[in-house]
């Protein structure tokens, strides 16, 4: 199927659905904001690296220092980055469809805060924030439901003298600080932030979903392609590669950028 053809079909299944569409995106939307993917091919994805031991809340234990160091050695340039294209188209999309009355759920892996500085509002960020840390302490009141901006703590003293001393402490209880980001050993329902019952809703009322940018190879994807499986809800991907994680034999794959796909789709529906 071309580009173009696929693309069409994206276009017609948004301009006749009123329900609820949810989109998904993984680390593919932000590349074309400077920002390297875990899984892709691009120069700096890190899957290759020690992701799956370093990334871990068990290794945070073991070696908090080396941790925040590879934590904010990876992270720190999503400070800096800004929206592209396909950010802004989705949150224009978001507020096309609900002005003509639908209801829209915009679902990301991403930690870095692009769809939210490019507007999107109904977003649930299941795997967590860059630009926030919260106490390690499971004993600790706050560690499951509160959550502290990092440019509030102070962190340049770490980064010159990293040492287990210059670690930031817990307001609360004085337990180490720990990134706030869903690890490789952890659940989606280990923190109110990554809002994983309004995901579950969704994924029951959903009518149509859009995946963007994403592997389809982790917990979330599984469980929004079971559920569209299940109840027969047509899945659109906007991926330039191939879909290594795609289960529904039917999806209809949208070969391309995500930054060059989205506002074309989204050109063609203001039209409508």
């Known amino acids: 199927m071309t580009l173009e053809t696929s693309a069409r079909k994206l276009i017609d299944a948004i301009a006749h659905e009123k329900g609820l569409i949810l989109a998904l995106t993984g680390a593919g939307v932000s590349v074309a904001s400077g920002i390297p993917t875990f899984r892709g091919s691009d120069p700096g994805a890190i899957w290759t690296r020690d992701v799956r031991e370093m990334a871990t809340i068990q290794y945070f234990r073991r070696n908090p220092v080396s941790a925040w160091q590879w934590y904010r050695a990876r992270f720190a340039s999503t400070d800096e980055a800004r ?7 989705l949150a224009a999309l978001e507020r096309w469809h609900i002005d003509r009355g639908g209801r829209f759920l915009l679902v990301t892996q991403n930690i870095d805060s692009l769809h939210e500085q490019a507007g999107s509002i109904h977003l649930a960020k299941v795997h967590g924030s860059a630009n926030r840390a919260r106490c390690s302490r499971e004993e600790c009141s706050r560690s499951s439901t509160r959550s502290v ?5 102070d962190l340049a003293t770490f980064d010159g003298n990293p040492r287990l001393e210059t670690i930031p402490r817990c307001a609360g209880c004085g337990g180490l600080m720990r990134p706030h980001v ?64 795609a289960t529904i034999p039917d999806a209809v794959h949208v070969r391309g950028k995500a930054e060059e796909v989205l506002p074309m789709v989204m050109t063609a529906l ?3």
């Open 182 to 245: 869903l690890f490789f050993d952890e659940e989606y329902i280990g923190h109110t932030d990554y809002q994983w019952p309004k995901v579950t809703a969704a994924c029951d009322g959903m009518r149509l979903v859009v995946a963007v940018g994403t592997s389809l190879s982790v917990g979330v994807t599984d469980f929004v392609q079971m559920s569209a499986g299940r109840r027969g809800v047509p899945l659109f991907i906007v991926e330039p590669g191939s879909l290594v994680g």
């Open 83 to 89: 929206p592209n294209s396909a950010h802004t188209a």
């Open 149 to 153: 901006a990092i440019a509030d703590l």
């Open 270 to 272: 203001q039209r409508v």
